[in-house]
Every structure is written in structure tokens, then in C-alpha cells.
């Protein structure tokens, strides 16, 4: 069975940081994109980055550059993401997910994030609050 599973979220005050790992089992996630998306009550589910499938390419959506970072481990099969300097406006869900239709190079919307609809398998999600 594929599966994703999401750990490390909590709640943390602003300023403060929190590392989410995601980690794959029952497939190989080497060859594909995967992607970290978050969904707020009340708002649609935005992507916030992705990561190619060998770990030279890495997208952020303008919001989270520079506090944000994605890495993953292939030998681990484990996907990862570092969030600094917080703000209450990060908290929401957290997805992780995997596009198999992209490897080389992973598919990006309008704001620069991954594009929801070619992820094809989700995690369950884990919450992040900040408070201010």
C-alpha cells in the first residue's frame, strides 16, 4: 500500500520554528516531485513548494522563501521541511504529496508553488499553529 505519513507539527509561538518530516512507504518515491501543500479553515489548499525528483531543483511560493526549506532524502525515502521564523498566518494543515507525471523538473502555479491537481497521492495532513 502507498502511503505517505506527516509528523512534526504542534503549535509553536511566532518567531519560533518546527521541521515536518514525511515519510513514504510501500513505493519508491526517488523518481517523482513531491510537494508540501497546506490548507487554512475556510481556504482553498495552496501549494508552498516542491522538490525534483534527484533534489537540484527547489520551488517556493513567494511567502515562505527564505524561511521555508525543503530537502528530502532519497535513501530514506523521506521528504522534509524546515520552517523558520513563523507566523501566525502559516498556521493551517500540512500535506505532503508526490507527483509521479513529474521528475526532472516538477510542474508550478501562477504563484510559483506546485500545482495541487497533478499530485496524485496525499498524507493525511498535520497541524501547524503559531500564535502570535
Known amino acids: 500500500q502507498v502511503q505517505l505519513v506527516e509528523s512534526g507539527g504542534g503549535s509553536v509561538q511566532a518567531g519560533g520554528s518546527l521541521r515536518l518530516s514525511c515519510a513514504a512507504s510501500?513505493?519508491?518515491?526517488?523518481?517523482?516531485?513531491l510537494g508540501w501543500f497546506r490548507q487554512a479553515p475556510g481556504n482553498e489548499r495552496e501549494g508552498v513548494g516542491a522538490?525534483?525528483?534527484?533534489?537540484?531543483?527547489?520551488y517556493y511560493v513567494d511567502s515562505v522563501k527564505g524561511r521555508f526549506k525543503i530537502s528530502r532524502d532519497n535513501a530514506k525515502n523521506t521528504l522534509y521541511l524546515q520552517m523558520s521564523s513563523l507566523q501566525p498566518e502559516d498556521s493551517a494543515t500540512y500535506y505532503c504529496?508526490?507527483?509521479?507525471?513529474?521528475?526532472?523538473?516538477?510542474?508550478?502555479?501562477?504563484?510559483?508553488?506546485?500545482?495541487?491537481?497533478?499530485?496524485?497521492?496525499w498524507g493525511q495532513g498535520i497541524r501547524v499553529t503559531v500564535s502570535s
Open positions: 510501500g513505493y519508491t518515491f526517488s523518481s517523482y516531485c
Open positions: 504529496a508526490a507527483s509521479p507525471r513529474f521528475g526532472v523538473t516538477c510542474s508550478r502555479d501562477q504563484r510559483g508553488g506546485p500545482l495541487v491537481a497533478d499530485y496524485d497521492i
Open positions: 522538490i525534483s525528483a534527484g533534489g537540484t531543483r527547489v
